[in-house]
């Protein structure tokens, strides 16, 4: 009937889309016997139940997946960098600091000491010094041989940028000591728990003088401090009849009784007698706890503008001097003329006018020795100034005496500010013949005397 009326060929394309719309319902009414059986859609419902309940299923459980693939990817990612063993940043630095049981306690019945008391240093020391010839504790005429001592705490600091600015002090050092014919000894042990903070340097002090008589002069510097003149030499002529040298003002401390009269952040202590019978009487207000509380007290009340808490170093030693004068001031040396000690507040802003202005060497306001910055704690958790003016002002220190270090070898920083350098002179085919500019890098006290051969 078809054929006739629309033609053979057309009927059969016809009968074709019929037999595949057939297949194609047949396939959609399985799908759907399928997924009332896998999912329960509809419930059994009219199929426009179906479809609207199959939609909602999708989307709820595309919803229920997602996120929890994504917190799976997440977590996974978080495991993988916890448990790394190679991750540093992931690692939990207190499996390295593990609780070594409780510090020995003192007998609070018994009054402190660094140690035996010993009488007769002076004749001990003079005679080693006779018996070894080859250690002399001058390497030439007012040049005396000098230990550089410095150090930190034997644990990582409490911030993260700490360590970091503990090397730059370190290596600022090392360069100063290296230039000058100094020995230097980092410390990083607690030798007596009693001691911590302020009082720590105390007996090691002690110790280093009695372990290594063949030094003259042994020179405590905070690891806060940094030197800022590379090419100012110590005037140890100065001192040849003193044994202890700080910083300050024998008006402040003598007369006004202030307790920043000196500072003992930077301090050259002669080795002999008298400097162990100082650090005898110096130590007793060290010890941790109430000693160091009640000796507190009586510091605050005594030194002019003192705040309130425990007893330091400084003041304990302002006191001293301003109670036993007759006894220990005749031999120390309150210098001002050059800065053994500089507080950071009132250089580091000037430097670029130093720059301008003055040149290395002169150690004083015009171009400090020393730049101590004082209050700054770049290795604990709060300090007493604004981190981030602290940690600038220290890189341009660094800087300042860093470059004085590259000079030498034709470089410098971009800026105060900056840790790139830059060229400041060519490369020459004769190296030997370039001039030192700042006389650091072959310095006169470096010269040794050869003998002539017969």
Not at 46 to 63: L, S
Not at 121 to 144: C, G, Y
Not at 316 to 326: E, F, G, H, N, P
Not at 339 to 368: Q, S, T
Request: hydrophobic fraction near 35%.
């Amino acid at each position: 009937m078809l054929e006739r009326c629309l033609g053979t060929l057309r009927a059969r394309q016809i009968q074709r889309a019929i037999r595949h719309g057939k297949i194609t319902l047949l396939c959609l009414f399985m799908t759907v016997i399928v997924l009332r059986g896998t999912i329960g859609a509809g419930k059994f419902g009219t199929p426009e139940q179906d479809i609207d309940d199959i939609r909602q299923h999708f989307y709820a459980h595309r919803k229920r997946v997602e996120p929890h693939r994504v917190l799976e990817e997440v977590q996974t990612t978080d495991a993988a960098k916890t448990e790394d063993p190679n991750n540093y940043e992931k690692f939990d630095m207190n499996k390295l600091f593990v609780d070594e049981g409780e510090d020995e306690k003192r007998d609070p019945n018994k009054q402190y000491s660094l140690g035996p008391k010993i009488s007769d240093w002076d004749e001990q020391r003079s005679e080693w010094l006779k018996r070894n010839p080859t250690l002399p504790n001058f390497l030439r005429p007012n040049k005396p041989r000098v230990l550089l001592v410095t150090g930190s705490s034997p644990k990582p600091c409490e911030n993260p940028v700490g360590d970091h600015y503990l090397l730059k002090a370190i290596k600022n050092k090392i360069d100063y000591c290296r230039i000058h014919g100094i020995e230097i000894f980092y410390n990083m042990a607690l030798l007596d728990a009693e001691m911590a903070g302020f009082w720590a340097k105390l007996p090691l002090i002690r110790k280093l003088l009695l372990s290594h008589p063949e030094v003259e002069f042994l020179w405590w510097m905070d690891s806060d401090a940094m030197f800022t003149d590379m090419a100012f030499e110590v005037p140890w002529e100065r001192y040849k009849d003193h044994n202890l040298v700080m910083h300050g003002w024998k008006e402040m401390v003598y007369d006004e009784k202030n307790w920043i009269g000196l500072n003992t952040g930077s301090f050259l202590l002669r080795n002999c007698q008298w400097a162990l019978d100082l650090l005898d009487v110096w130590a007793p207000m060290g010890p941790k706890g109430k000693i160091r509380d009640d000796a507190g007290k009586i510091l605050t009340r005594e030194l002019k503008g003192r705040p309130v808490f425990e007893a330091d170093d400084q003041s304990a030693m302002v006191y001293l001097l301003i109670t036993q004068r007759d006894k220990w001031g005749e031999k120390v040396y309150l210098e001002s003329a050059y800065y053994l000690h500089g507080y950071w507040g009132i250089l580091v802003d000037r430097y670029e006018e130093m720059i301008e202005n003055y040149h290395p060497g002169l150690g004083d306001h015009r171009w400090p020795l020393v730049t101590h910055f004082v209050g700054c704690k770049p290795c604990g958790k709060f300090g007493d100034y604004p981190v981030e003016r602290c940690l600038k002002q220290m890189d341009r220190a660094f800087n300042f005496g860093d470059n004085q270090v590259l000079n030498m070898y034709g470089f410098e920083h971009r800026t105060l500010a900056s840790k790139k350098v830059k060229r400041i002179r060519n490369e020459t085919s004769t190296p030997l013949e370039v001039k030192d500019e700042l006389g650091i890098r072959h310095p006169a006290f470096k010269v040794v005397k050869v003998a002539a051969s017969s």
